[in-house]
């Protein structure tokens, strides 16, 4: 078999997607998400100029061939936007082999290891009481753990609790995407670390100590404060606290460790093994969080979850609206196959966005499924697709009250 085509096609059925689809001679198509929010075309220019042409006439399931070929062959390694493109392609060559079994491609991948997939969802409030609706707004729609973010008294917009990702205006049907510029939050660590306990004081009191409880600290933390945090807020059992520093200093973590037995979560930003290499080798974090398609798709991130799994630390694919449902497809594969599964963060889509890319998953009563569907079971609407144009937009950022950026 050989691929005769691959097309780039980015849609924005209210927020930008960008999905590769690859198609050989034999009628098999497969798809793979190729989105990073906030530098879309890049990895479109990445996939475009230097990727697809790579990919004519070669035989689509020789997938561990591909992606050294993608990854070695380009000398430069690494990275956000070259990860991106290569686990678009990853994920959409295994989309056609498993189309080719007639499976679901966890059936390739091991089979199940349990008969469904947990998830948390988010709840945010900009108070206590908008936070509380929200764990119940979550409650009601079936979910079994819930991430809490809130806002801090003196702040105007924190993360988790904005209107979110600046998105091109449109004036007399006319997109003005040059006015685009990343909304602006504010930031203070004191008042961040003198609120959170209070807030999932409140939260346990109210739902009691039964629900797992999850919280994101987004990057903005020192070792030291996220140290003092965790001893903080150890009473609340959290289930995890995710991103307390900013990630990519790994030996920071050490610190957080000797302080806290509250378990850690990181890896969202991370796109290959050897960011994780102190983490894991040192057990110095609790769950894994990349997302499979920022990481170079489902080969390498099966190749992680087991190596994490030889240090117990367990999976916690970054799941948020920002990963297409062809890169949540993939991640719900995974979390179905693999041994050392923790849990799947879901927000769902719109419901344009899951007109736009139809899937056989499922969410019920908290619990995700792939469905029995060949291949990742995702199938997109082209036309419909084409009809919601790409819109630039941007993520947020964040400063302090004197005016310095800080990690957002
Ligand atoms: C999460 C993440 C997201 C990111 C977003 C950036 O835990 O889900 O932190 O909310 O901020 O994916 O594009
Ligand atoms: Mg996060």
């Known amino acids: 078999m050989k691929i005769v085509d691959a097309q780039v096609i980015v849609t924005s059925p209210g927020r930008n997607f960008v999905t590769l689809k690859i198609t050989t001679d034999e009628g098999f198509t497969g798809l793979g998400d190729a989105t990073l929010n906030g530098r879309e075309l890049a990895v479109v220019s990445y996939l475009r100029d230097h990727v697809v042409p790579l990919l004519i006439g070669l035989d689509p399931h020789r997938i561990e061939d591909t992606w050294q070929t993608l990854y070695r062959g380009a000398y430069w390694r690494r990275g956000p936007v070259t990860m991106a493109a290569i686990a678009a392609v990853d994920v959409a060559l295994w989309d056609i082999k498993a189309k080719v079994c007639g499976q679901p491609l966890y059936q390739l991948l091991g089979g199940a290891s349990r008969e469904r997939v947990r998830t948390y969802g ?28 809130t806002g801090i008294p003196g702040l105007e917009t924190v993360y988790g609790v904005h209107s979110g990702t600046a998105i091109a205006e449109t004036v007399d049907g006319q997109r ?8 602006v939050e504010d930031w203070d660590t004191g008042a961040y670390l003198r609120h959170l306990p209070k807030v999932l004081e409140a939260v346990r009191h109210e739902f009691g100590p039964d629900l797992p409880l999850l919280h994101d600290a987004h990057h903005r933390l020192t070792p ?6 965790g001893k903080t807020i150890e009473p609340y059992d959290l289930f995890w606290l995710e991103d307390c520093t900013p990630a990519e200093d790994q030996q920071g973590l050490r610190l957080v460790r000797q302080h806290t037995t509250v378990p850690l979560a990181i890896g969202e930003v991370f796109n290959t093994v050897f960011d994780y290499q102190t983490l894991i080798d040192e057990r110095l974090i609790d769950y894994v969080r990349s997302a499979v398609t ?9 190749k992680l979850l087991t190596y994490a ?6 999976s916690a694919i970054h799941g948020p609206e920002d990963i297409s ?84």
């Open 309 to 314: 799994a030889g240090r117990q630390i367990k």
């Open 224 to 229: 030291q404060q996220a140290a003092r945090l």
């Open 176 to 183: 003005i995407d040059a006015r685009v510029r990343p909304v």
């Open 122 to 149: 988010h709840a945010n409030g900009r108070d206590i009481p908008e936070l509380l609706d929200s764990v119940r707004a979550r409650l009601a729609e079936g979910y079994k753990s819930v991430r809490v973010q």
């Open 294 to 302: 920022h990481f170079g798709g489902v080969t390498p991130m099966h």
């Open 325 to 408: 449902p062809v890169g949540m497809a993939a991640a719900i594969h995974l979390d179905l196959a693999i041994h050392n599964f923790g849990i799947q963060e879901y927000s769902g889509h719109t419901a344009l966005t899951n007109e736009v890319f139809r899937h056989s998953y499922v969410f019920d009563d908290g619990y995700l499924h792939p469905g029995s569907a060949p291949g990742l079971g995702v199938e997109l609407d082209e036309e419909l697709a084409a009809a919601h144009p790409y819109q630039q937009a941007y993520l947020p950022m964040n400063r302090l009250h004197d005016g310095t950026l800080h990690d957002w």
